[in-house]
């Protein structure tokens, strides 16, 4: 899906700007973000900074009332450089070495989820008293890509059911702030049934702990989820917890998002590619992920074909697409990959010295950077020789 406006707009920005890049369209953003907050309007929204990290971004959700959710030290700084305030940050993630608790006694303490134990010890010791969410893993066979599902007894994150009592009561003892619980199962996830049984789980809980401050039920919402089938699982939580947080990422960002590469040759072997200067040191999710993303052509062209598009690199994981049907293309022809926006320009890599891609953001106006395209002399200026 792409607005024919921002098609068009997409076309004009080719005319001037090196490929490749991504581009957002804003006014898809701010919808989603509108959508969000509409459908769960009594719950507070952490926009989870990994999905797209754009300064631009981050304060744009942040003007809609979105806190942020972190999972490093460098997420946790960049959201302070984007204004939010520690207050409205989350840091989560199961590492949390000394030296990053160190660092934020001295940058703000934000809340902090703890995954573990071990991490809530850590975590009394550094930074006494800290506003703490404890982790469950609610041990379930969440249906997503093996390496999206975060809610399963056997990945590492968070703590079984059995363990929470526990670690709620040592919390205490260790002085620190319990908020109360965070359940996080998975990344695009398209079963509502799948959020009603992790909920389930955290509201078992809530019946041997007693009410708490908070319950932050994560996110992972699939791009086409019936928000509005959604809201409802949310009631029993508003009359148990002080405050619902959510933590959306790629339901916001992925639709408005698209990464624009052009074609610089066409070949046969036994499949017929369309070779692209885009590949997966810039998109990396159809490589980790085998995700077949839906492509535009951004061209008129001759007759149409059926493609693969490779990138550059020499590795035959690096397709972005399959089996897409395109006009035959001429070289330097345009196309655009959609559902970009989110987990796109964040985990662009410079692997094989490869400069990260420009960042536009289209306002319905005109064109503006958001992000320079990585120089050359960057990819090197870490090192000594
Ligand atoms: C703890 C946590 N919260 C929120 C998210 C955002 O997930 P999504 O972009 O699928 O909404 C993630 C993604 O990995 C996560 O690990």
Redo the contacts with the bound molecule.
Sequence with gaps: MIRPAFQAALRELLKEAETPFYAYDLGQVEARAEAFRAAFSKARP?Y?V??NPALFLLRFLRERGFAA?T?SLGEVFRAYRAGFLPHEVLL??PVKPPRVLRALAAAGVPHL?ADSPADLERIARHLPGARVLL?VNPDLPVRTHDH?A?GRGESQ?GMLPEAIPAAYRRARELGLEVLGL?L?L????TQPEDFAAGYRVVEGLLETLGPQPVVDL?????LDLDLGALAPLLAPFHRRAGEVWL?????LV?RAGVLVARIWGAKATRRRYLLLDAGMSHFLRPALYRVRPEVRPLYEGGEEAEYDLAGPACESTDVLARGVRLPAPREGDAVAILEAG??GSSMASSYLDTPRPAEYVWDGEGWFVVGERERYPALFARQRS
């Design positions: 952490f989870a990994k999905a959710e999972v989560n993630g989820g982790r999206l975060t994150f965070h996080h998975g990344s695009a996830l994560g996110g992972g919402f699939g933590e959306p990422g790629r339901y992925a989110a987990y």
